[in-house]
């Protein structure tokens, strides 16, 4: 295929608007687009190699594996290898399983799938997964397996020209289940293969039917194609529904410009863009940690510049002495593709990264990375929010848990007590479970019956509900049905409410006529936590936090919006039927400067926290008793 300087302008487009994006995404909102607009130009390019092959009745798909083998495996091998040594000297032993985990998958193109199933309630932030920009190299990789073995298998039944014709009806029933599916299942239509197909078979729709156009409509063309790129960039945030239907804008803009065919236009053709796209994909592999390496070490706002610089200079590095290495592309024989180099590179890689993984992350008194001070504390709070649940947060309470476990929405019986008609019962989310212990201790001491429904993610409501990760809408549904009915068979004299955030979006008025309706308990709504943009562990190991041990600290990384939800709570209690209890008003101070500072530490110097939000033993049992045992009493014994 004749080179074409306007796609590869196109691929500068889209890791500039990525890079952007991840480095600082109020530089360009919708910059994740550039994905679908690599994903368009793969599907183009791939189209263009196997149709001729059908053409010329020579098309073999073992040449075809090797070939992108050969262009995606060893460069990535590379960025996997790097990011293993690295984590050897700096990463707990819980974060390099978690790296050798996403290093396996990643060279094993099922990273996609990974991490569509790490999108749970309790997993680490993406900005901890140092591989998670794999996930689109994996889409990739699975339509170069799917796509050749489905047109060979079509070739036999139908024309070329009806297998055109498919391929067009194909994409349009792709792009109307890929809108369905992300209102359906939003974290998988993000991640996973069949949401994204269409949007590399429309690409192969700009190969197998160009346009023939006049040059002043070229530039017409070209540059309605920019538009609906660059819009996509600016207007497009992560806040919409993706890919879904606004995934158009962009794959379409790139449709265009391909269709143009404009190969000398100074804007996708410049030196500029031609060299930037010839490095694209290295920029992309070796972009992300650099984000993540921000993130994880909180580092200065000046490091995004130098992240930036070292992403292109690692990403010319890598193409110039990595990606262009010529290997075989072909074998004489059938077992001659076994010596296919890079696939011995990435079996090294997987085997290697696997270790890791099963060892547990390697946790070895010669391991630099496991032994510090800093990993030592990282990992006892690691493990503790990853195994110790159970118990602390009452899972066994916990509707989604439960589901999980057995399919079906049924809570453990101990979760409600029956045989007393003035005891406690506690609804809400994961935030609701981490707060249980210290409340279970409290009310069995003083011979309350304390109940519990809860379900991770689900906010108390009165209705069934829409919740942004489609699983979540039906234990969600039924933990809050079954928390009406416990209400109803036990009578309880206290029910305390408990979520993560958005409190002050609820009705409260709805949920007390409601509750009154069926019962004469006080309500009791317990305000949210101090909350943190990433891991409160990560944070306070940083130099600035670590050297002091103070018990209040300043961080950029505090999520100001819970402290909005609860002065705008603090507000609305003061008319409502509703008793209110504000955690942020003891747990956060603000300096004679208007900064705010917030507790991390209990009296003992353990953390509140596990993890961004979610209490600690320690946390759960201080918060309790230094914070709501008084209030809370005094309204459970006045309503008594």
Known sequence: MKFRKDINGLRAFAVIAVVLFHFNASWMPGGFAG???????????????????????????????????NRIIPALAALCLALLVFGWFYLTPLEYKALGKHAASSVGFLSNVIYWREAGYFDAASHEKWLLHTWSLSVEWQFYIIYPLVLLVLKRVFSLKTLKSLIIAATVVGFIFSVYATYKWPSASYYLFPMRAWEMMLGGVAFLYPIKLQENNKRLVEILGL?????????????????????????????????????????????????????????????????????????????????MALSVLLGYLSYKYIERIRFPRSFPTLLGYLKCKPIHISLIILIGSTAVFYSGGSPLSFR????????????????????????????????YSAHNKSKEYNLDSSCINTSSSDGVLLWGDSHAQALSLGLRELFQERNIGFSQVTSSGCRPSLKPDIYERAELSEPCNYANKKALDTINQIHPKLIIIAQKDQHDKQDWKELSTKISKISDAELLVIGPVSQWEKSLPSIVVQPNHWKTKELFIEDKNLNNDVILTDQAMRSLAEESEFQYISLISKLCIKNTDENIKCRVYTNDQKLIQTDYGHLSREGSRFIVRNIIEKPLLNIYYTNK
Not at 44 to 63: A, D, H, Q, W
Not at 251 to 258: E, H, N, P, R, S
Not at 375 to 386: H, S
């Open 35 to 69: 994905v679908d607009v690599f994903f368009v130009i793969s599907g183009f390019l791939m189209t263009g190699i196997i149709f001729k092959g059908l053409e010329n009745n020579n098309f073999s798909v073992l040449n075809f594996y090797v070939a992108r083998a």
């Open 227 to 307: 538009v609906l790129i660059v819009g996509s960039y600016v207007f497009i945030t992560g806040d919409d529904p993706w890919p879904g239907y606004l995934a158009l804008f962009p794959v379409l803009g790139t449709f265009l410009i391909i269709q143009a065919q404009r190969n000398e236009s100074i804007i996708t053709g410049n030196i500029l863009f031609q060299k930037l796209g010839a490095w694209s994909y290295s920029i992309y592999l070796w972009h992300w940690p650099f984000v993540v390496a921000i993130y994880t070490f909180s580092l200065p706002n000046q490091y995004i510049y130098i992240g």
């Open 368 to 399: 630099p990375g496991a032994i510090s001070e800093r990993a030592v504390f990282i990992d006892y709070y690691a493990k503790q929010e990853k195994e110790n649940k159970y118990e602390d947060y009452w899972l066994k309470c916990d509707m």
